[in-house]
Nanobody, 122 residues
Framework: QVQLAESGGGLVQAGGSLRLSCAAS????????MGWYRQAPGKQRELVAT???????NYADSVKGRFTISRDNAKKTVYLQMNSLKPEDTGVYYC????????????????WGKGTLVTVTS
């Protein structure tokens, strides 16, 4: 089984910064893509950023230039550095891992974290 431990959320004023972390543990041989999604109150969950094994990144237009996603494969951890935060960045941020395989798996599985709350005040 795979477990995800998210951390780094909190309360910050507009213009401030936060760094989210998501560490995966369990029987893991490879993780194809790691990413962050967020869900604001009353809205659908949306993609924030993803990073693949080859470190190709993808960002939502709303966070480009402000957020940076990175991964440490040895630690099985993905990070999201969030700078110049805005009140509209407020929401629950979820870690997602795509195509997680153990050494025995042919097909991978996808996993969601439980979420960490980010609140940005004006």
């Amino acid at each position: 089984q795979v477990q995800l431990a998210e951390s780094g959320g909190g309360l910050v004023q507009a213009g401030g910064s936060l760094r989210l972390s998501c560490a995966a543990s369990g029987d893991i041989f490879s993780i194809e893509a790691m990413g962050w999604y967020r869900q604001a109150p009353g809205k659908q969950r949306e993609l924030v950023a993803t990073v693949t094994t080859s470190r190709t990144t993808n960002y939502a237009d709303s966070v480009k230039g402000r957020f940076t996603i990175s991964r440490d494969n040895a630690k099985k951890t993905v990070y999201l550095q969030m700078n110049s935060l805005k009140p509209e960045d407020t929401g629950v941020y979820y870690c997602r891992l795509d195509q997680v395989r153990s050494a025995r798996d042919y097909f991978g599985k996808n996993y969601w974290g439980k979420g960490t709350l980010v609140t940005v005040t004006s």
